[in-house]
């Protein structure tokens, strides 16, 4: 099976590729998540704001 990507042309992804695209970005998330503990508290309070708002999830 495939997956068409929304507001991406070109060819679908196999269900392989768009779990290896899902893990990639879980892997950038936690990354950016890490990165934020080393900024001030306030800062850090910026970025959640903004980095949910962004990707359109909602707060853990």
Same mark, same amino acid.
Not at 10 to 24: H, P, V
Not at 47 to 55: A, R, Y
């Given at each position: 099976?495939? %997956? &068409? !990507? @929304?507001?991406?042309?070109?060819? &679908?992804?196999?269900? $392989?590729?768009?779990? *290896?695209? *899902? /893990?990639?970005?879980? %892997? !950038? =998330?936690?990354?950016? /998540?890490?990165?934020?503990?080393?900024? @001030? @508290?306030? =800062? /850090?309070?910026? !970025? #959640? $704001?903004?980095?949910?708002?962004?990707? #359109?999830?909602?707060? @853990?």
């Amino acid at each position: 099976m495939s %997956r &068409a !990507v @929304p507001g991406v042309g070109g060819e &679908a992804m196999t269900d $392989d590729e768009f779990e *290896k695209l *899902k /893990q990639e970005m879980e %892997r !950038v =998330a936690d990354y950016l /998540q890490k990165s934020k503990e080393d900024l @001030p @508290p306030e =800062a /850090q309070e910026m !970025v #959640d $704001d903004n980095f949910w708002e962004l990707i #359109d999830k909602e707060k @853990p």
